[in-house]
């Protein structure tokens, strides 16, 4: 048994070997790119985004200072995962292909130095496009909350009914306004609205992606 296991595993290594060993190779011949010398998947595609695919001319990158940096992360809660039905028969089951890289791809983005705004009352939510502090209230005939609310006294994050103030992204309290969520801006800062930087780089990954599939090449699918 014990033979049988070591077999087993020294295949299991040797074959991993392989694919990462080729994966190296072509990452290097497409965008000499050493695998080896990223943690993540994560800084592996900025490197490759970066290097081959950034204009810097048209998407400078602005580096937030403490004020920004501190108010937008209040706007970044995490998934909402929340169970409403925790049993069912006959259930169908859905998964969304590459929904980050669609987005990337086919919204704006907010782009430029962006500008403080201390007093949004009264302003037209829908001409804005940044991260907004806003006083908002929520129905309670709304059975699925959009909307999550960081409390900080108990130190868990909810999706309410109710009156509640917070920082999010404009297009999310748009949508929730859709929902019937009354929105109402108090402050926040407010960018340029620009076409995805993303755009050439998600298709042309997506592609390479559909053509290895295609191909069988299964250490870039």
């Not at 890289?101 to 007093?119: A, D, L, Q, R, S």
Request: charged letters at 25%.
């Amino acid at each position: 048994m014990k033979n049988n296991l070591l077999d087993y595993m020294k295949q299991d290594i040797l074959l991993l070997g392989g694919v990462m060993q080729k994966a190296q190779e072509i990452y290097w011949k497409l965008y000499k790119v050493d695998i080896e010398s990223k943690i993540t998947l994560s800084s592996l595609a900025l490197s490759i985004f970066r290097m081959k695919y950034y204009d810097a001319s048209n998407w400078p990158i602005h580096i937030p200072n403490k004020n920004e940096d501190s108010f937008i992360r209040r706007a970044y809660y995490g998934g909402h995962t929340d169970v409403y039905k925790p049993y069912g028969l006959d259930l169908y089951y859905y998964d969304v292909n590459s929904l980050y890289p669609f987005v990337m791809k086919e919204f704006p983005m907010p782009g430029g130095v962006p500008v403080w705004h201390g007093n949004l009352e009264g302003k037209d939510l829908d001409s804005m496009f940044g991260f907004i502090e806003a006083y908002v209230v929520c129905p309670k005939t709304i059975k699925k909350p959009f909307l999550p609310y960081r409390d900080n006294k108990k130190k868990t994050l909810i999706f309410p009914t109710g009156e509640f103030v917070g920082v999010y992204y404009c297009e999310e309290l748009k949508y929730a306004r859709g929902l019937g969520y009354t929105v109402i801006p108090i402050s926040g800062y407010l960018f340029e609205r620009m076409e995805s930087p993303f755009r050439d780089f998600v298709s042309s990954l997506f592609e390479s992606r559909l053509e290895a599939r295609i191909s069988g090449n299964e250490a870039m699918s």
